[in-house]
């Protein structure tokens, strides 16, 4: 099992930037993708962006357009997704979690799951 805490979320205006954060603890690390998910009000959880945690594989949603970049911190054991040029459709709370199935877009591929970071962008 793997520990997960996601950071970094908060208000920022429309075309603002957010780095969200998103530190691991357990074994096996280097043999998982690790995605991002978003829930907004009143909808489901989706997709959003998913690598391998030693890179490689990385897909992103439609929806993204060349808008978030990952970037790992192996001393700090932490996955960062930059988000630019947000939007207010992208406000939600975002998840990250871990998948032993590959880098795959489905909910039920992921096992672990942090708790959530808001993130909340104004228009």
């Known amino acids: 099992q793997v520990q997960l805490v996601e950071s970094g979320g908060g208000l920022v205006q429309a075309g603002g930037s957010l780095r969200l954060a998103c530190r691991a603890n357990g074994r096996g690390l280097s043999n998982l993708a690790m995605g991002w998910f978003r829930q907004g009000p009143g909808k489901e959880r989706e997709f959003v962006a998913v690598t391998n945690w030693i890179g490689g594989n990385t897909k992103y949603a439609d929806f993204v357009k060349d808008r978030f970049t990952f970037s790992r911190d192996y001393v700090k054991s932490t996955l960062y997704l930059e988000m630019n040029d947000l939007k207010p459709e992208d406000t939600g709370v975002y998840y990250c979690?871990?998948?032993?199935?590959?880098?795959?877009?489905?909910?039920?591929?992921?096992?672990?799951w942090g708790q959530g970071t808001q993130v909340t962008v104004s228009s």
């Open positions: 979690a871990t998948s032993r199935a590959g880098a795959g877009s489905a909910v039920g591929e992921y096992g672990d």
